[in-house]
T-cell receptor, first 113, second 115 residues
């Protein structure tokens, strides 16, 4: 079985500050992990993914995430927040041989001027 | 190349009615998955189809059904609509199904409102 927990349904940061969005997963198979961003009234856009290999994954728009197996975590970070980063962010888990993504409940990021 | 397309963009129905949502996958992709995203929640898996066969089903009632056509496009049907069916319905396509890593590419969704 697989599950995802996103801590913090709402996160506020000042423009230029560090962004940290937390994701913990549970998976009975080696996980594939994803972060998606969703802007209002739009679909999901892939930010980054971890499948195998390097545990530090770099994505679009300056975001990165680190797969930590020992902590079952895949937290999303960005060194300096921009106003355009305001959106909802979803962490998802899948795995080899599985056919579906399991999504977390999302974290809404607010960027303060 | 065109991404995943969905139609219609928005839809308003009343309780008890039936609705059909449509999805065209990325060219060359043979698998289509459907997700329901209720306001304020993450997407929930409904179905996956691969080569016109159902490969997986989420925890949804039999009122929900889907099919995939020879051109790999797909339809999601929901019968006897309930207020709780109001949601954004997302379609995702991938090359294959459940074979190693297969990235799913999501469409913009269909916003269904049930009154």
């Amino acid at each position: 079985a697989q599950s995802v927990t996103q801590l913090g349904s709402h996160v506020s940061v000042s423009e230029g500050a560090l962004v940290l969005l937390r994701c913990n997963y549970s998976s009975s198979v080696p996980p594939y992990l994803f972060w998606y961003v969703q802007y209002p009234n739009q679909g999901l856009q892939l930010l980054l993914k971890y499948t195998t290999g390097a545990t530090l994954v770099k994505g679009i728009n300056g975001f990165e995430a680190e797969f930590k197996k020992s902590e079952t975590s895949f937290h999303l970070t960005k060194p300096s927040a921009h106003m355009s980063d305001a959106a909802e962010y979803f962490c998802a888990v899948s795995g080899s041989g599985t056919y579906k993504y399991i999504f977390g409940t999302g974290t809404r990021l607010k960027v303060l001027a | 190349d065109a991404g995943v397309t969905q139609s219609p963009t928005h839809l308003i129905k009343t309780r008890g009615q039936q609705v059909t949502l449509r999805c065209s996958p990325i060219s060359g992709h043979k698998s289509v998955s459907w997700y329901q995203q209720v306001l304020g929640q993450g997407p929930q898996f409904i179905f996956q189809y691969y080569e016109k066969e159902e490969r997986g089903r989420g925890n949804f009632p039999d009122r929900f059904s889907a099919r995939q056509f020879p051109n790999y496009s797909s339809e999601l049907n929901v019968n006897a609509l309930l207020l709780g069916d109001s949601a954004l319905y997302l379609c995702a396509s991938s090359l294959n199904a459940g074979v190693s890593y297969n990235e799913q590419f999501f469409g913009p969704g269909t916003r269904l409102t049930v009154l």
